[in-house]
């Protein structure tokens, strides 16, 4: 992305047996400067505008050091579940969580529409809904968009609480409840 340096003595995507091999600590490294620099992929996913890397982790080497000693595998980088509204890849803010945690907090605002999320306009009324162990829960029907967004939000804060109990590691346990609570607010 013209910021990284790929400071690595070995290879990160040699060439093995006719097959392109790819360091997975590389893989990630490179999806997050994507997401950081990349003018194209914030176009599709403009919620990644204004996001940076910290100055450390512009070394790919560096990264790896921190990502080693980290629980990694099949797990995504996340940058603000530690500090609610992070926009800074950094090693005291970010984390490794399983996707059903990122997703969790995904409010999906690129495809959301003109109402909060969790609203849906029905028949003249508003359907607060939310999804649960990805199924989708209809929480009742009500007369204004208000009304609908708060009892989304009372369901998503006990759902986030449910999932943040659920943690073994107690920085994602500890920062799904600070969201919990920003729900609340």
Same mark, same amino acid.
């Given at each position: 992305?013209?910021?990284?340096?790929?400071?690595?003595?070995?290879?990160?995507?040699?060439?093995?047996?006719?097959?392109?091999?790819?360091?997975?600590?590389?893989?990630?490294?490179?999806?997050?400067?994507?997401?950081?620099?990349?003018?194209?992929?914030?176009?599709?996913?403009?919620?990644?505008?204004?996001?940076?890397?910290?100055?450390?982790?512009?070394?790919?080497?560096? =990264?790896?050091?921190?990502? %080693?000693? #980290?629980?990694?595998?099949?797990? +995504?980088?996340?940058?603000? !579940?530690?500090?609610?509204?992070?926009?800074?890849?950094?090693?005291?803010?970010?984390?490794?969580?399983?996707?059903?945690?990122?997703?969790?907090?995904?409010?999906?605002?690129?495809?959301?529409?003109?109402?909060?999320?969790?609203?849906?306009?029905?028949?003249?009324?508003?359907?607060?809904?939310?999804?649960?162990?990805?199924?989708?829960?209809?929480?009742?029907? =009500?007369?204004?968009?208000? %009304?609908? #967004?708060?009892?989304?939000?009372? +369901?998503?804060?006990?759902? !986030?609480?449910?999932?943040?109990?659920?943690?073994?590691?107690?920085?994602?346990?500890?920062?799904?409840?600070?969201?919990?609570?920003?729900?609340?607010?």
């Amino acid at each position: 992305q013209g910021v990284g340096v790929n400071d690595a003595d070995y290879a990160v995507k040699p060439w093995i047996n006719g097959v392109r091999a790819k360091c997975p600590y590389h893989r990630v490294w490179e999806h997050m400067l994507e997401r950081g620099y990349s003018e194209s992929y914030q176009a599709r996913k403009p919620t990644y505008q204004d996001v940076t890397v910290c100055e450390e982790w512009l070394s790919f080497m560096t =990264f790896r050091e921190w990502m %080693e000693g #980290e629980d990694w595998e099949g797990l +995504a980088l996340d940058k603000d !579940i530690i500090v609610p509204g992070n926009r800074e890849y950094r090693p005291d803010r970010c984390l490794f969580v399983s996707q059903a945690v990122n997703s969790l907090l995904n409010t999906r605002a690129n495809a959301r529409g003109a109402y909060p999320c969790g609203v849906v306009k029905n028949f003249g009324k508003y359907r607060a809904q939310i999804s649960i162990f990805g199924k989708c829960k209809n929480l009742g029907c =009500f007369d204004t968009v208000n %009304e609908a #967004e708060q009892v989304y939000k009372k +369901a998503k804060k006990r759902y !986030i609480e449910e999932v943040a109990m659920t943690q073994t590691d107690a920085r994602i346990r500890d920062g799904l409840l600070r969201h919990a609570d920003l729900l609340a607010a």
